[in-house]
């Protein structure tokens, strides 16, 4: 920025040679640090001319139910800023994985668990048997629910077909 002349050029009786004179002012620039979508803004940072600038405290996505979010890093270096500078905010993506209980009918006995991939199957547990009664025999019909596209955490209570027994019922004689 001119700042004024050199020397005196008042009274000149002379040649005299008179010289603008300029301040010299480090330029700055703006960084502009957003979310991955490029336009939730973040947080700025303005700094001189060949310095780093600050990021803001490290942004979260939030998980989804396929999804769990971690946040990555920047996509672009600022250690060394020469002009406005956009960057943007990276994450990287884990497949979540829920777990599958698979329960006997009175929904308290744990027979098995199978923890797998959103939107995969769960693996169940040998068919579980329930023990006869005095009244009925029990059969294993299958599951209360289905696990072939398991989104959640998910409780899984067997089935059983019920018969009633039968009984032979033999008269003798008194002898």
Known sequence: AFSGWSGSYTGVTANATVLATYTATIRQYTVSFYDEDG??????STVNYGTAATAPANPSKPDTAQWDYTFAGWNATFTNVVADQTVLATYIAALRQYTVTFYDDDGVAVLGTSTVDFGTAATPP????????????????????????VRSVLAVKATYASTVRAYDVTFFDAD
């Open 126 to 149: 040998a068919d579980p048997v329930k023990p006869s009664t005095a009244e009925f025999d029990y059969a294993f019909a299958g599951w209360d629910v289905a696990f072939d596209d």
């Open 39 to 44: 336009t939730s803004l973040l947080g700025t």
